[in-house]
């Protein structure tokens, strides 16, 4: 009975992480001003295992190209960097949020609406790799 | 409880460290040069249209990901603060100036309508854009295109507020969290009106 179980429960969660360290959470596309050809996907990622990660790249299904940047205020003036690799280590979170890391999404196929899906597959230094799925929605700001 | 004490006095220490500043009023108030912008929707932005009331201008371009739509976003909820506080006169219209027109001039009009129906996005001649841009303390550089063809562009991060006398009093500043920039714009205001007074 047990494995039929953990087969079921396999089958329902096909990107169920048993074989991965890494899991991803909060994953969204803000969605996008009309016509814009560049945009932004954020998520938070945790390491449970029990070695380091490296986040070397990533893909977006439906964009010509997505790549992990981080903005930076310098001295008041506001600048973007490539993220080469991000080594997140065992146990440790990190955020992709608004003002801060990102991933860049760029040339959309077609424009999303709210309610889509983005797919996204994170590469690590180690060959593997982690598929997360981003709703479009309209983010809602506010103190 | 020592603990809770030594806490507490921490906290107290602490605060005005922490305590955010959305904005900086200008010592003295600086004229702006003469411009003009259009945004292929039929609406305008000069020196006119500056008059009568409060505007706030942030500089950027429509290629980038993730400052402009969050200082956007941040923006369109300072304005619903704003309309808590003061006159429906009295809430400052949201100006977004591309610094990139040879990318943004074809799409630039309905930008700023995304983020709320009464903002307006506009771009226009490289000589104007340097004016606005001297005139408010401000800066922006076009950054080398990357292998894709894609190129970065520099802005600063602070916003300009400008009074309805047409003149640049105040900047506000990254985080822009809604309710301090709100109270931020609400006290300039008041100041502004006594010292007009």
Not at chain 1, 1 to 23: E, H, N, R, S, Y
Not at chain 2, 16 to 31: C, F, H, I, R, S
Not at chain 2, 119 to 139: K, N, P, V, Y
Request: proline content about 6%.
């Amino acid at each position: 009975m047990k494995p039929v179980l953990m087969g079921l429960v396999a089958a329902c969660f096909p990107a169920a992480l048993w074989a991965q360290d890494i899991t991803a959470t909060e994953a969204v596309v803000p969605l996008a001003p009309p016509g814009v050809m560049t945009h932004a996907a954020y998520l938070t990622l945790h390491n449970t295992g029990q070695g380091s990660r490296t986040l070397i790249g990533v893909q977006a299904a439906g964009y010509a190209m997505a790549h992990l940047h981080s903005s930076e205020d310098k001295n008041g003036v506001a600048t973007m960097s490539v993220l080469h690799g991000l080594e997140i280590d065992a146990g440790q979170t990190v955020t992709f949020e608004q003002g801060g890391m990102h991933i860049m999404l760029m040339h959309p196929a077609a424009p999303l609406s709210e309610g889509a899906e983005v797919a996204l597959t994170l590469q690590f230094a180690n060959g593997e790799t982690v598929e997360v799925t981003a709703p479009v929605k309209r983010l809602g700001y506010g103190s | 409880m020592k603990q809770l004490v030594a806490f507490l006095l921490w906290m107290i220490a602490a605060a005005p460290v922490t305590a955010q500043v959305q904005g900086v009023k200008l010592d003295e108030p600086v004229e702006l040069p003469a411009f003009a912008f259009e945004n292929g929707i039929g609406e305008t932005f000069n020196a006119g249209t500056l008059q009568d009331q409060w505007t706030i201008v942030m500089f950027g371009f429509l290629s980038c990901p993730d400052v402009c739509p969050f200082t956007m976003g941040n923006l369109e909820a300072t304005i619903a603060e704003m309309g808590l506080r003061v006159r429906p006169d009295n809430v400052p219209k949201v100006v977004f100036l591309s610094v990139d027109p040879d990318r943004d001039a074809e799409l630039i009009g309905t930008y700023a309508k995304f983020f709320h129906p009464d903002f307006q996005s506009f771009t226009g001649d490289r000589t104007d854009i340097d004016a606005l841009i001297e005139a408010t303390d401000s800066f922006y550089r076009l950054m080398a295109p990357d292998e894709d063809g894609y190129y970065e562009v520099q802005h600063s991060s602070s916003v300009s507020v400008i009074a309805p006398d047409g003149t640049l009093r105040a900047k506000l500043q990254p985080p822009f969290d809604p309710g301090l920039t709100a109270e931020f714009l609400t006290q300039l205001q008041i100041q502004y009106r006594r010292e007009a007074s």
